[in-house]
């Protein structure tokens, strides 16, 4: 069946970095573009960023710009979110989600405090 | 980008219509097709409602309708069933690869 399961998240300090990934499985995921999108404990959803299909072009929200970079790994249908110089700020549940948003995954949470 | 402007909150008892909108900019909500509405419950994965304006994915019943005019796009549920008890948000493609979520909307059901 079509999933998407996100993991890495977890406490991190302040100016520390996380890493997380999506694992896809049900679908070519080659074939699609794959967008990172994350909500604040008590805010909205956030796009923060996306890849196209084969990595090639990336853009992020002003908000993680130059601090997260966005991969993906197609040959073990992979996404992965690198997150420098975290900020609470940051604190949130990661969501991956296919290019359309008709596939998410469940979240993982990322809380950064000192 | 600034986020798209939707009302707090909504709310109708069971069987009547709630129409939730979305206003944004001609860089975003009216320059684009791509605009999508989510039904989302805290903590678990949002569930597309409407794409592309007023299109339904299979399985969303017909109650959910999605339309647009100049910069604002609009969500209605029709016949409100309890289940319908959730935050709705919209999306936009606001050009260069870049896209902006709504503010969301909690819709209650009396």
């Known amino acids: 069946q079509v999933q998407l399961v996100e993991s890495g998240g977890g406490v991190v300090q302040p100016g520390r970095s996380v890493r997380l990934s999506c694992v896809a499985s049900g679908f070519t995921f080659s074939s699609y573009a794959m967008d990172w999108v994350r909500q604040a404990p008590g805010k909205g959803l956030e796009w923060v960023a996306v890849v196209s299909k084969d990595g090639s072009i990336t853009n992020y929200a002003e908000s993680v710009r130059g601090r997260f970079t966005i991969s993906r790994d197609n040959s073990n249908n992979m996404l992965h979110l690198q997150m420098n110089s975290l900020t609470v700020e940051d604190t949130a549940l990661y969501y991956c989600a296919v290019e359309a948003f008709d596939i998410w995954g469940q979240g993982t949470m990322v809380t950064v405090s000192s | 980008h600034s986020a798209l402007t939707q009302p707090p909150s909504a709310s109708g008892s069971p069987g009547q219509s709630v129409t939730i909108s979305c206003t944004g900019t001609s860089s975003d909500v009216g320059g684009s097709n791509f605009v999508s509405w989510f039904q989302h419950h805290p903590g678990k994965a949002p569930k597309l409602m409407i794409y592309?304006?007023?299109k339904r994915p299979s399985g969303v019943p017909d109650r959910f309708s999605g339309s647009k005019s100049d910069n604002t796009a609009s969500l209605t549920v029709s016949g409100l069933q309890a289940e319908d008890e959730a935050d709705y948000y919209c999306i936009s493609y606001a050009g260069s690869n870049n896209y902006v979520f709504g503010t969301g909307t909690k819709v209650t059901v009396l």
């Open positions: 592309e304006v007023n």
